[in-house]
């Protein structure tokens, strides 16, 4: 079984309506990130948490909102979807890398195709 | 905000050929990071580099960390259908555990 699984996979939504992305981790890692990608632009973090009680914006959270409800769940919301949030989107978890002592590792989960009409 | 730029942008080669793809900042960067996108998948962490100058292998990978640390280089040697997908480079910005990701290298490999 995978360690981060998105649900779900592919949503087709319209402009205006509030979405949610759903992700998942059994590594046991605290800290976890969503980010978007587009193409030609690469990863863009959107929010990451550090634990249950740490949240802080990335990159590019307007429009967007987190929920970290537990340690093993990263929650994603567009509270009102506008086209140009359609993306790809990835939830990612962290934990150190052997060899450095202040850099992690990200774990990718497969991406949520999200598209806005 | 900081951004990674790599190139190519995209590359078409066949089977067997040799690649390379850099990825340079306008910052320092103290560690580089190469990841691959299976099509369909996420990233998955290929090779990580930590000193200028250093230079890593992952079976036909090869990556070197530029000596100003500002740049990195990814080669592939022989490369097959398998390694088809999108190569990223990565870097922790100073001071934070989070991660600055380039703008990425698509590779489409010929039989």
């Known amino acids: 079984d995978a360690d981060v699984t998105q649900t779900p996979r592919n949503r087709i939504t319209k402009t205006g309506k509030r979405i949610m992305l759903e992700c998942s981790q059994t590594?046991?890692?605290?800290?976890m990130y969503w980010y978007r990608q587009d193409p030609g632009l690469g990863l863009r973090l959107i929010y990451y948490?550090?634990?249950?009680?740490?949240?802080n914006k990335g990159e590019i959270s307007d429009g967007y909102s987190v929920s970290r409800q537990a340690q093993a769940k990263f929650s994603l919301s567009l509270e009102s979807a506008i086209p140009n949030q359609t993306a790809l989107y990835f939830c990612?978890?962290?934990?150190?890398?052997?060899?450095?002592?202040?850099?992690?590792?990200?774990?990718f989960g497969p991406g949520t195709r999200l598209t806005v009409t | 905000g900081q951004q990674l730029n790599q190139s190519p942008q995209s590359m078409f080669i066949q089977e067997g050929e040799d690649v390379s793809m850099n990825c340079t900042s306008s910052s320092i960067f103290n560690t580089w990071l190469w990841y691959k996108q299976d099509p369909g998948e996420g990233p998955v962490l290929l090779i990580a580099l930590y000193k200028a100058g250093e230079l890593t292998s992952n079976g036909r990978l090869t990556a070197q960390f530029g000596i100003t640390r500002k740049d990195s280089f990814l080669n592939i040697s022989a490369s097959i259908p398998s390694d088809v997908g999108i190569y990223f480079c990565?870097?922790?910005?100073?001071?934070?555990?989070?991660?600055?990701f380039g703008t990425g290298t698509r590779l489409l490999v010929s039989p």
């Open positions: 948490s550090f634990d249950v009680k740490d949240i």
């Open positions: 990612a978890t962290s934990e150190r890398l052997k060899g450095s002592r202040s850099f992690y590792e990200q774990y």
């Open positions: 590594k046991g890692h605290d800290r």
């Open positions: 990565a870097g922790p910005l100073t001071g934070f555990q989070k991660l600055v």
